[in-house]
């Protein structure tokens, strides 16, 4: 004991010694970069990790504080000499005050040991030691952020995305480190911008790279997403499965429901459609909400925005921009009228007054500069004046839903003659309308030219299809060639074909002798299946004709199919009528590049026993409609009484339209903000060049593959995109002045985005979600809580061993 | 030091100190006639009693005319008029050259003072300087003329060695014969102590005086941080750590040391005072000292 009470100081000094060891030797490695394997055999020993919470020189620095502290002790030891005249007094001082002994132990010596203490607490604290495989703690969140337009509204400073942003933040600073969070991001589609983790940083970041889109709003994406990834693991054995009526001794032992409880926080200003009941169908929210436990999802709704006085919201929008064009009746054999182009405008009031608007509308051209890009030259500028009606707005009750009517117009403008070979792009805005929310103030649209459909016939002499093609209204659609059956070995049509010069090309009762001859355009078989197949030999007298899917596009308006008769068809059978020298690729291996997969056959029109009369096969990017039976025999014998029939015509004006990609021009192109617009120039075209909406003028050069068309996905700024086609011998930087500019635009025409007044709550299906509290910013402070710790037992060393006052 | 050349006494300040004298509370008979009434009956011009003659007195002194008168032999006795043995034990040791003006020069100038007025009265003045054995001594000088003496003695004084009172003191009383007034001037800071040696001289009924000199660093210690207290004297080492409690112990035994050396010199009749290397040493003297008695 009494060895004990002499060492005990030294003994202490050692353990702490020891106790630092393992600390130091993962600080080391950490700052080594060698953690890996540590961390890894942690990990299988006690599921524990660690990690540096501070930067490497900071972890630096502690380590060498415990040091610096023994040093600075026996520094202390060494004591400056002073001479005085006699030590007698202050010996007899010493020896006073080692009555209180105590008091000169902790002085000398404990204070030094939790010193130690502090800094080794210290150490261990910033190694950021975890727990894992104990997930019955944890929480997990899912932060479900709204970046669409009206996002953009400076309601709140400095607008609602970044306050949306700065609460999504706090929630993750407010979470444990065990909680694991997501960041799904939705205006009208959704995606998961992090996935679950328990890295704050990680989710800090995602969410401050959130970036504001022009988009409109839909929530179904995201709530589906965040309901999909919440509960990763689903099983359709499930005790919810289990029916209800099993008998007990069929009665199977099914699992609980598994999932994850959910917090979702939805930061939104809760302006989206309501959500429809398919939408609903798929989400057990409605269940979740009453019941958590279920492993759904835990709704929380914060608004983003600020309601000052509901039913006043300071904005006037655009919420419809439409054209009609109207084909005037021409005279007699004078061919088409003039086309009368008629432009909608629908405005929508949000404030509770009543708004005078100044609506003005331009009318451009679009053609080429100087410098052969494409522009346009204002040719009509309109204008009306209006006062729209104020807003009709009842607050929801327990018994009433609420009713919420803007005040609306429509306002249209004839526009005067035009060009129909020219596009014009419209320009729609409203003059100073001194509201909050700019982007719905204006809309534009291009109302395009017709794209006639590029035809070859191949086949001997067909008058049906002659009348077809020389019609007037035919000719406004296409344009046709013909090329007799022999002309189908020749090098001019294999050039054409592979070039993918046409739309469509129709085959009567002729076939391109090998599958390499077909050409890169829809096609149309006659009384002949596409080369891979062998026209059957045994035939189908007179049979019964019946649509087979009426909804099929090329089956637009056909009602009478009924009354089509016809003479005789061949019989086709996808597998059986395959040409024998393909029929050994069907059974090569898996895997191998010549395996063969036999196309899906659809069947338009059928026999009364299921015998395919009409059917589509796709092949690549294109698809090969088949027609068994002739119209005309090799003799000039009418065979069917279809050509006849009124169904015949609108059969082909639908070939045209489907399979010729013909576009009327009836309306306009115009697609959402981050919607694919497909642009379709004339066939045979090589790349388009799209120019953006101004001022950036983004240009996006589109190369053309197999189809006569291609696809622009970078569609999100609001605003008129303009593109020129450019044909296989042009040079890039060819200017023709005469050369075509067409455009699209980007509209938001979105009457919930134009609301932008947040809403006090949102509803999901029967569930309404209040608007949650703020959330008030916590940080973290234990570490804040530590320093100052450590400071003061430093202050308190220091003061204590100084004179305080004589 | 620097304050050792300086004039010990100034003219204007000696011009003071000639209206002074020394008093003491007890009478001593001198060897020569001084200037001071003796409580003993002997050979001056001032007549003080009678007594029977017995035989072998001195027939010198009979008086004739009271024989004449009454036929009896009575013996005049005069009043003895003696010198006054005034000793000045000063401590040179090394705590004595402490602080600023130094102990020992405080010391110098107080010996210095007082050894003129004793001077000035035909006192016997014998000024021995100790620390742990008597070092050095000034025989026995009378008279106005041996200030000079006096001061150039005092001047010459260095400090060395360590103290030990109680040796020094014994010596004292051994060697010296006469009784008189002892100055002890020393900062009493002994470790043996002082009350053996304070009690040799009681023994010897000395009418003692007990000056203890103290650096105003020594009253109140101005000093910081961890130290080593070094002992100039013995080399004896303390260490402390200054803090307030240490401080506040350190007054309290100083002022009980005092108060302990006090206490044992009343008991014995010892004047003692305290006083500290920043009292002006004129004020000591000419005050201080008044108050206490030992001059007038």
Same mark, same amino acid.
């Given at each position: 004991?009494?060895?004990?009470?002499?060492?005990?100081?030294?003994?202490?000094?050692?353990?702490?010694?020891?106790?630092?060891?393992?600390?130091?030797?993962?600080?080391?490695?950490?700052?080594?970069?060698?953690?890996?394997?540590?961390?890894?055999?942690?990990? %299988?020993?006690?599921?524990?990790?660690? %990690?540096?919470?501070?930067?490497?020189?900071?972890?630096?620095?502690? /380590?060498?504080?415990?040091?610096?502290?023994?040093?600075?002790?026996? *520094?202390?030891?060494?004591?400056?000499?002073?001479?005085?005249?006699?030590?007698?007094?202050?010996?007899?001082?010493?020896?006073?005050?080692?009555?209180?002994?105590?008091?000169?132990?902790?002085?000398?010596?404990?204070?030094?040991?939790?010193?130690?203490?502090?800094?080794?607490?210290?150490?261990?604290?910033?190694?950021?030691?975890?727990?894992?495989?104990?997930?019955?703690?944890?929480?997990?969140?899912? /932060?479900?952020?709204?970046?669409?337009?009206?996002?953009?509204?400076?309601?709140?400073?400095?607008?609602?995305?970044?306050?949306?942003?700065?609460?999504?933040?706090? &929630?993750?600073?407010?979470?444990?480190?065990? =909680?694991?969070?997501?960041?799904?991001?939705?205006?009208?589609?959704?995606?998961?911008?992090?996935?679950?983790?328990? =890295?704050?940083?990680?989710?800090?970041?995602?969410? $401050?790279?959130?970036?504001?889109?022009?988009?409109?709003?839909?929530?179904?994406?995201?709530?589906?997403?965040?309901?999909?990834?919440?509960?990763?693991?689903?099983?359709?054995?499930?005790?919810?499965?289990?029916?209800?009526?099993?008998?007990?001794?069929?009665?199977?032992?099914?699992? +609980?429901?598994?999932?994850?409880?959910?917090?979702?926080?939805?930061?939104?200003?809760?302006?989206?459609?309501?959500?429809?009941?398919?939408?609903?169908?798929?989400?057990?929210?409605?269940?979740?909400?009453?019941?958590?436990? /279920?492993?759904?999802?835990?709704?929380?709704?914060?608004?983003?925005?600020?309601?000052?006085?509901?039913?006043?919201?300071?904005? !006037?929008?655009?919420?419809?921009?439409?054209?009609?064009?109207? +084909?005037?009746?021409?005279?007699?054999?004078?061919?088409?009228?003039?086309?009368?182009?008629?432009?909608?405008?629908?405005?929508?009031?949000?404030?509770?007054?009543?708004?005078?608007?100044?609506?003005?509308?331009?009318?451009?051209?679009?053609?080429?500069?100087?410098?052969?890009?494409?522009?346009?030259?204002?040719?009509?500028?309109?204008?009306?004046?209006?006062?729209?009606? &104020?807003?009709?707005?009842?607050?929801?009750?327990?018994?009433?839903? &609420?009713?919420? &009517?803007?005040?609306?117009?429509?306002?249209?403008?004839?526009?005067?003659?035009?060009?129909?070979? $020219?596009?014009?792009?419209?320009?729609?805005?409203?003059?100073?309308?001194?509201?909050?929310?700019?982007?719905?103030?204006?809309?534009? *649209?291009?109302?395009?030219?017709?794209?006639?459909?590029?035809?070859?016939?191949?086949?001997?002499?067909?008058?049906?299809?002659?009348?077809?093609?020389?019609?007037?209204?035919?000719?406004?659609?296409?344009?046709?060639?013909?090329?007799?059956? %022999?002309?189908?070995?020749?090098?001019?049509?294999?050039?054409?074909?592979?070039?993918?010069?046409?739309?469509?090309?129709?085959?009567?009762?002729?076939?391109?002798?090998? #599958?390499?001859?077909?050409?890169?355009?829809?096609?149309?078989?006659?009384?002949?299946?596409?080369?891979?197949?062998?026209?059957?030999?045994?035939?189908?007298?007179?049979?019964?004709?019946?649509?087979?899917?009426?909804?099929?596009?090329?089956?637009?308006?056909?009602?009478?199919?009924?009354?089509?008769?016809?003479?005789?068809?061949?019989?086709?059978?996808?597998?059986?009528?395959?040409?024998?020298?393909?029929?050994?690729? /069907?059974?090569?291996?898996?895997?191998?590049?010549?395996?063969?997969?036999?196309?899906?056959?659809?069947?338009?029109?059928?026999?009364?026993?299921?015998?395919?009369?009409?059917?589509?096969?796709?092949?690549?990017?294109?698809? =090969?409609?088949?027609?068994?039976?002739?119209?005309?025999?090799?003799?000039?014998?009418?065979?069917?009484?279809?050509?006849?029939?009124?169904?015949?015509?609108?059969?082909?004006?639908?070939?045209?339209?489907?399979?010729?990609?013909?576009?009327?021009?009836?309306?306009?192109?115009?697609?959402?903000?981050?919607?694919?617009?497909?642009?379709?120039?004339?066939?045979?075209?090589?790349?388009?060049?799209?120019?953006?909406?101004?001022?950036?003028?983004?240009?996006?050069?589109?190369?053309?593959?197999?189809?006569?068309? !291609?696809?622009?996905?970078?569609?999100?700024?609001?605003?008129?995109?303009?593109?020129?086609?450019?044909?296989?011998?042009?040079?890039?930087? %060819?200017?023709?002045?005469?050369?075509?500019?067409?455009?699209?635009?980007?509209?938001?025409?979105?009457?919930?985005?134009?609301?932008?007044?947040?809403?006090?709550?949102?509803?999901?299906?029967?569930?309404?979600?209040?608007?949650?509290?703020?959330?008030?910013?916590?940080?973290?402070?234990?570490?804040?809580?530590?320093?100052?710790?450590?400071?003061?037992?430093?202050? #308190?060393?220091?003061?204590?061993?100084?004179?305080?006052?004589? | 030091?620097?304050?050792?050349?300086?004039?010990?006494?100034?003219?204007?300040?000696?011009?003071?100190?000639?209206?002074?004298?020394?008093?003491?509370?007890?009478?001593?008979?001198?060897?020569?006639?001084?200037?001071?009434?003796?409580?003993?009956?002997?050979?001056?011009?001032?007549?003080?009693?009678?007594? @029977?003659?017995?035989?072998?007195?001195?027939?010198?002194?009979?008086?004739?005319?009271?024989?004449?008168?009454?036929?009896?032999?009575?013996?005049?006795?005069?009043?003895?008029?003696?010198?006054?043995?005034?000793?000045?034990?000063?401590?040179?040791?090394?705590?004595?050259?402490?602080?600023?003006?130094?102990?020992?020069?405080?010391?110098?100038?107080?010996?210095?003072?007082?050894?003129?007025?004793?001077?000035?009265?035909?006192?016997?003045?014998?000024?021995?300087?100790?620390?742990?054995?008597?070092?050095?001594?000034?025989?026995?000088?009378?008279?106005?003329?041996?200030?000079?003496?006096?001061?150039?003695?005092?001047?010459?004084?260095?400090?060395?060695?360590?103290? @030990?009172?109680?040796?020094?003191?014994?010596?004292?009383?051994?060697?010296?014969?006469?009784?008189?007034?002892?100055?002890?001037?020393?900062?009493?800071?002994?470790?043996?102590?002082?009350?053996?040696?304070?009690?040799?001289?009681?023994?010897?009924?000395?009418?003692?005086?007990?000056?203890?000199?103290?650096?105003?660093?020594?009253?109140?210690?101005?000093?910081?941080?961890?130290?080593?207290?070094?002992?100039?004297?013995?080399?004896?080492?303390?260490?402390?750590?200054?803090?307030?409690?240490?401080?506040?112990?350190?007054?309290?035994?100083?002022?009980?040391?005092?108060?302990?050396?006090?206490?044992?010199? @009343?008991?014995?009749?010892?004047?003692?005072?305290?006083?500290?290397?920043?009292?002006?040493?004129?004020?000591?003297?000419?005050?201080?000292?008044?108050?206490?008695?030992?001059?007038?």
């Amino acid at each position: 004991m009494k060895w004990f009470k002499r060492n005990w100081f030294l003994l202490a000094l050692i353990a702490l010694a020891l106790g630092a060891i393992p600390g130091v030797i993962l600080v080391i490695l950490r700052l080594c970069d060698a953690d890996k394997d540590i961390n890894k055999w942690m990990l %299988d020993a006690w599921n524990i990790t660690y %990690d540096l919470r501070v930067p490497p020189w900071i972890a630096l620095i502690l /380590l060498l504080l415990p040091i610096v502290l023994i040093i600075l002790y026996f *520094l202390k030891l060494k004591r400056k000499p002073i001479q005085v005249p006699s030590t007698f007094l202050w010996k007899k001082s010493i020896e006073d005050l080692h009555v209180n002994s105590l008091f000169q132990w902790l002085r000398n010596n404990v204070l030094l040991l939790l010193q130690i203490l502090v800094l080794l607490f210290l150490i261990y604290s910033v190694l950021g030691l975890r727990f894992h495989g104990s997930t019955g703690t944890s929480r997990h969140y899912i /932060l479900l952020i709204d970046n669409s337009a009206s996002m953009a509204a400076k309601d709140v400073a400095p607008n609602r995305l970044d306050w949306a942003k700065a609460e999504a933040i706090k &929630e993750i600073d407010a979470a444990s480190d065990t =909680d694991y969070g997501m960041v799904i991001v939705f205006n009208s589609k959704a995606s998961t911008l992090q996935t679950y983790t328990n =890295d704050k940083e990680k989710l800090r970041e995602a969410v $401050r790279g959130i970036a504001q889109t022009q988009r409109p709003t839909r929530i179904e994406e995201a709530l589906a997403l965040a309901e999909s990834l919440a509960n990763p693991v689903r099983s359709t054995e499930d005790a919810g499965s289990q029916p209800d009526d099993v008998p007990e001794d069929q009665k199977r032992t099914m699992v +609980q429901a598994r999932g994850i409880s959910t917090i979702v926080h939805v930061y939104s200003d809760g302006r989206f459609a309501k959500l429809s009941e398919t939408a609903l169908a798929r989400l057990s929210l409605r269940m979740a909400a009453d019941d958590p436990s /279920l492993g759904g999802l835990n709704l929380r709704y914060h608004m983003a925005g600020k309601s000052s006085e509901p039913g006043n919201t300071n904005n !006037v929008g655009i919420i419809g921009l439409n054209v009609l064009r109207q +084909q005037l009746p021409g005279k007699k054999g004078a061919g088409p009228g003039p086309s009368k182009v008629l432009a909608f405008v629908r405005i929508a009031n949000y404030r509770s007054a009543k708004a005078a608007v100044q609506l003005r509308l331009d009318v451009h051209e679009l053609l080429l500069d100087k410098d052969g890009k494409p522009a346009n030259r204002l040719t009509h500028p309109l204008q009306k004046d209006r006062v729209i009606p &104020e807003r009709k707005y009842v607050e929801e009750t327990d018994a009433d839903a &609420e009713k919420d &009517e803007p005040g609306e117009v429509s306002i249209h403008f004839e526009l005067p003659p035009l060009d129909p070979g $020219r596009p014009i792009e419209l320009h729609a805005y409203l003059d100073k309308p001194n509201d909050d929310f700019p982007l719905d103030d204006r809309a534009w *649209l291009v109302v395009g030219t017709t794209r006639k459909a590029k035809v070859l016939i191949a086949g001997k002499p067909n008058r049906i299809l002659d009348a077809c093609f020389e019609q007037e209204a035919t000719k406004r659609l296409a344009v046709a060639e013909r090329i007799g059956p %022999d002309e189908l070995k020749g090098e001019s049509y294999r050039k054409k074909a592979r070039n993918g010069e046409y739309d469509l090309v129709i085959f009567d009762r002729c076939a391109p002798d090998d #599958e390499a001859d077909l050409p890169l355009a829809n096609t149309f078989f006659i009384d002949r299946p596409p080369p891979s197949w062998k026209r059957g030999t045994v035939m189908l007298k007179q049979p019964l004709v019946m649509p087979s899917k009426q909804q099929h596009p090329l089956m637009r308006h056909l009602t009478t199919i009924w009354d089509v008769r016809t003479h005789e068809a061949f019989v086709f059978d996808v597998k059986k009528n395959l040409d024998p020298k393909f029929a050994r690729e /069907l059974d090569l291996p898996d895997g191998d590049p010549n395996k063969r997969v036999l196309p899906t056959l659809t069947r338009l029109i059928e026999t009364s026993n299921q015998m395919p009369l009409l059917f589509t096969l796709p092949r690549g990017p294109h698809t =090969d409609l088949v027609m068994t039976f002739p119209l005309i025999t090799d003799e000039g014998d009418v065979v069917s009484n279809w050509p006849l029939e009124t169904s015949f015509p609108l059969f082909f004006r639908n070939i045209l339209y489907i399979l010729g990609n013909v576009d009327d021009a009836k309306s306009a192109i115009s697609t959402g903000p981050g919607e694919p617009i497909v642009l379709r120039p004339d066939a045979g075209f090589s790349y388009v060049q799209v120019t953006g909406p101004p001022p950036d003028k983004k240009i996006t050069k589109l190369e053309r593959r197999d189809r006569n068309e !291609v696809l622009f996905a970078d569609t999100e700024e609001l605003g008129p995109y303009r593109y020129r086609v450019a044909s296989p011998g042009d040079k890039d930087d %060819d200017q023709q002045p005469d050369r075509l500019v067409r455009g699209f635009a980007v509209n938001l025409l979105d009457a919930n985005e134009s609301n932008i007044e947040p809403r006090e709550s949102i509803r999901i299906g029967n569930v309404r979600i209040d608007k949650g509290e703020e959330k008030y910013q916590t940080r973290e402070i234990w570490k804040w809580i530590l320093l100052l710790a450590l400071v003061l037992l430093m202050t #308190e060393w220091f003061i204590y061993h100084r004179r305080i006052a004589v | 030091m620097t304050d050792t050349q300086a004039p010990l006494l100034d003219p204007q300040f000696l011009g003071k100190l000639e209206q002074l004298e020394l008093v003491s509370r007890k009478i001593f008979r001198g060897l020569m006639k001084g200037e001071r009434r003796s409580k003993k009956k002997g050979q001056s011009v001032e007549f003080a009693d009678y007594k @029977n003659y017995v035989k072998g007195d001195d027939l010198r002194f009979l008086d004739w005319n009271l024989y004449a008168r009454l036929d009896r032999l009575f013996i005049r006795l005069f009043q003895e008029e003696e010198d006054l043995h005034f000793y000045v034990l000063l401590d040179n040791s090394l705590s004595m050259d402490f602080g600023n003006p130094t102990k020992l020069h405080y010391a110098r100038q107080v010996a210095a003072a007082l050894s003129f007025i004793g001077l000035c009265n035909m006192d016997r003045v014998v000024i021995e300087v100790f620390n742990d054995r008597i070092t050095q001594s000034l025989p026995a000088v009378r008279g106005r003329k041996s200030l000079w003496r006096v001061l150039d003695f005092l001047q010459k004084l260095e400090s060395a060695g360590p103290s @030990n009172l109680r040796e020094s003191l014994k010596t004292f009383t051994m060697k010296s014969s006469g009784k008189g007034i002892v100055i002890l001037l020393s900062d009493m800071m002994d470790k043996e102590g002082y009350e053996d040696a304070l009690r040799y001289l009681v023994a010897r009924q000395y009418d003692i005086y007990v000056i203890q000199i103290l650096s105003q660093e020594e009253l109140d210690p101005e000093i910081l941080g961890d130290l080593k207290l070094v002992d100039i004297e013995d080399e004896d080492e303390a260490e402390i750590t200054v803090s307030g409690p240490l401080i506040k112990r350190y007054k309290q035994n100083l002022a009980a040391f005092q108060g302990a050396l006090q206490e044992f010199c @009343n008991r014995r009749g010892i004047t003692y005072l305290m006083t500290s290397n920043k009292t002006p040493f004129e004020k000591l003297v000419m005050s201080y000292l008044r108050q206490r008695g030992l001059v007038r």
